[in-house]
C-alpha cells in the first residue's frame, strides 16, 4: 500500500491527533508540518523528524499532499480550508467548521465546486458514552425522542479558555460556539435533527472581574494550564482581550419537532458532560463521559426520586484521545481520503452545530431574541449526505 502523504496546518494542543495518522510504510505519514511559530514547528519536528516545517500554510498547497490536517485557531479554519479544498487536497478541519454559519456554508460551497473531500472533526460521534447513549436510543429503550438537555460542566474553564485566543470573540465568536459545536452536534445526532432556531441568555460573570491580565501569545498551552488554580476568582494572568461569556443557558427547536436545551458553566469544579434525552417511554442519562461511566434508563413508572435505574449500561473506554474517540477519527478520515464512502461525522452536521451555536450567540446578545437558522442549499445537502459524490 502507497503511503498517504498528510500534511498538519496549525501546531497548537488540538494538532496532536493527527500522530494517529502517522504510519509510514503502513499506510499513512506526516511529511509536512506548518505554523507560523517557530517554538511550534520544532516541537512538532521532534514528533515528525522527517517531516518539512513551514511558516505558511500557502506553502504546502503546491506540495501535492493527499490531505491536510487543519488545527489551527477557529477563526483560520475557513479561508486555509477553501484554498486547500481548491488545491485539490482532502481537508480534515478541527471543528468547529467555522466561526459563522456564512463562513460554514462557503467551505461547503468550495468542497461541492471542487470535488475534493472534505471532513470536519467532532470527535464526539466516535466517543463511547456518546454512542451507547445513541444505541440504546435506537434500540427504542425510551421510546421516540422528545427533548435532550445537556448540562456541560467545564472545569478549569479560567486555564482552557480564558487565558489565550478562545476568550477574544472575533476568533471564536463564542464559547456557546467554540465549545457548546461539539454538545450541540451531539444532541442533534441523538435526536435526529437540526435546529431551525434558537434563543439564549448569558454572561461574563465571574472572570471579567479578575483584573490580573498577561499576553501568553508566545507560550505553548501546557506552558500556562494547571489544574490547582482553584478556586476560580483566584485566577492569574487572564487574556488581554477577554470577551466571550463564561455562564450561557440557550434552548434549540428542531426541524423534527424535538426541543433542546443547552447549559455551559466555565468556573465549576468538575469538567464533564451530561445530558439528558427524554422519549415517549422513558429517558436516559449518562453520568460520567470517560472511562468509568455509565448510562442509566428509567423506562417504568414510579413516583419520587428513585436512584435505581430499570437499566445501567457500563461504558467500554479507553484512555487515549477522548475515550479513543481520536484514533478512530482520524482511521476514518485516512480511510475516506483512499477510498471515499460515508462517514460518521458530517460536513452538513458540522454546518448545523455552527448555525445553533452562532444563532444562540446572536439571541444572547441581543437579549434573548429568538434567532431563526438560514436553510442551506438543498444540493450541498444532497452532495454531503450522500458521500460526496457527483
Not at 479560567?158 to 460556539?177: E, I, M, N, P, Q
Not at 465549576?268 to 429517558?283: A, C, L
Not at 468509568?292 to 413508572?301: F, I, P
Amino acid at each position: 500500500m502507497t503511503d498517504l502523504r498528510f500534511g498538519v496546518v496549525g501546531l497548537g494542543q488540538r494538532s496532536q491527533l493527527a500522530r494517529h495518522a502517522h504510519h509510514p510504510g503502513e499506510g499513512a505519514e506526516i511529511v509536512a508540518v506548518c505554523d507560523p511559530a517557530e517554538k511550534q514547528r520544532q516541537a512538532a519536528l521532534t514528533t515528525y523528524p522527517d517531516a518539512t516545517a513551514y511558516g505558511d500554510y500557502r506553502e504546502l498547497l503546491d506540495l501535492k499532499l493527499d490531505g491536510v490536517f487543519l488545527t489551527t485557531p477557529d477563526d483560520l479554519h475557513e479561508d486555509p480550508a477553501i484554498d486547500f479544498l481548491r488545491a485539490g487536497v482532502a481537508v480534515f478541519v478541527e471543528k468547529p467548521l467555522a466561526i459563522t454559519t456564512a463562513g460554514c456554508d462557503r467551505v461547503l460551497q468550495a468542497a461541492y465546486e471542487s470535488g475534493t473531500r472534505l471532513y470536519v472533526g467532532h470527535n464526539m460521534r466516535h466517543m463511547p458514552v456518546v454512542q451507547t447513549m445513541r444505541e440504546l436510543i435506537r434500540s427504542g429503550a425510551i421510546g421516540e425522542v422528545k427533548a435532550i438537555w445537556c448540562r456541560h460542566f467545564v472545569g478549569h474553564g479560567g486555564d482552557f479558555y480564558f487565558k489565550d485566543w478562545h476568550a477574544d470573540r472575533r476568533r471564536t465568536t463564542s464559547l456557546l460556539l467554540q465549545k457548546g459545536a461539539h454538545d450541540i452536534d451531539v444532541m442533534h445526532w441523538l435526536a435526529g435533527g437540526y435546529t431551525t432556531h434558537a434563543t439564549a441568555l448569558g454572561g461574563l460573570v465571574l472572570y471579567g472581574g479578575i483584573e490580573d491580565r498577561q499576553d501568553r501569545s508566545g507560550q505553548r498551552f501546557d506552558e500556562f494550564v494547571s489544574n490547582d488554580n482553584w478556586p476560580p476568582l483566584e485566577q492569574k494572568g487572564l487574556a488581554p482581550v477577554m470577551d466571550v461569556e463564561d455562564l450561557s443557558m440557550a434552548n434549540f427547536q428542531l426541524d423534527n419537532g424535538v426541543f433542546l436545551s443547552y447549559q455551559q458553566c466555565h468556573f465549576t469544579p468538575d469538567y464533564w458532560r451530561n445530558y439528558t434525552v427524554i422519549g415517549t417511554h422513558g429517558r436516559l442519562e449518562n453520568f460520567g463521559d470517560t472511562s468509568g461511566s455509565v448510562v442509566k434508563v428509567w423506562n417504568s413508572g414510579r413516583s419520587g426520586y428513585r436512584a435505581d435505574a430499570d437499566q445501567v449500561v457500563e461504558v467500554a473506554s479507553e484512555d487515549e484521545g477522548h475515550g479513543g474517540a481520536d484514533p478512530r477519527l482520524v482511521d476514518e478520515f485516512v480511510g475516506f481520503v483512499r477510498d471515499g464512502g460515508t462517514t460518521l461525522t458530517s460536513p452538513i452536521a458540522a454546518r448545523a452545530a455552527v448555525a445553533a451555536g452562532y444563532a444562540a450567540t446572536t439571541s444572547l446578545r441581543e437579549n434573548g431574541t429568538p434567532i431563526d437558522i438560514p436553510q442551506l442549499d438543498p444540493a450541498l445537502v444532497s452532495y454531503f449526505d450522500g458521500g460526496q459524490q457527483r
